[in-house]
């Protein structure tokens, strides 16, 4: 309750400042999640009624996830990702130029590439459309809850967001 002008008349309001999160320990644990691999032109609202079997479950989705925008944070389809380059970078050649350079980490996991001048020997020249799309297919792995648990989930958000 909320008495905006000091008036004495008090009206129920929304705290726009309280903030759920989901539990550290809860997101480790493996047992309670399913790894999922989003497909081109899914949106957090298909996957939900695929998984949990209806589209209001989507925030459940994001919120495991740490998605907060789905602009952004959520892998665009091909259509969108030719439009957002569009927009971007321009023209072909300006998607094609050389966004930074590379070379395979030398020791630990040699399969990541690590970013490094292009006067270091055996750098590669990654263009700014190879770069995009990879930040792109980086964000199609997720973790979906088993829906064993999504009832207990459910429960207890609802539990902090009024608490």
Do not use: C
């Not at 989003?38 to 998605?67: C, F, K």
């Not at 389809?77 to 050389?98: E, P, V, W």
């Not at 990879?134 to 809850?145: A, C, F, M, P, V």
């Amino acid at each position: 309750m909320y008495d905006p002008d000091g008036s004495g008349t008090a009206k129920l309001v929304t705290n726009i400042m309280k903030r759920v999160r989901v539990r550290a320990n809860m997101v480790k644990e493996f047992a309670m999640l399913d790894p999922y691999d989003i497909q081109d032109g899914e949106s957090p609202e298909i996957v939900a009624d695929r998984h949990h079997g209806a589209t209001q479950y989507h925030w459940v989705i994001m919120l495991m996830n740490n998605i907060r925008d789905p602009q952004h944070d959520w892998p665009k389809s091909i259509r969108q990702m030719q439009l957002y380059l569009g927009i971007k970078y321009g023209s072909s050649i300006q998607q094609n130029a050389t966004h930074h350079y590379e070379v395979a980490q030398s020791s630990g996991d040699t399969t990541i590439n690590i970013e490094v001048p292009s006067t270091h020997s055996g750098a590669v020249a990654v263009s700014n459309y190879t770069y995009e799309h990879t930040l792109n297919e980086e964000k199609r792995s997720i973790d979906l809850l088993r829906n064993q648990y999504l009832g207990g989930f459910v429960s207890e958000f609802e539990n902090e967001i009024q608490g």
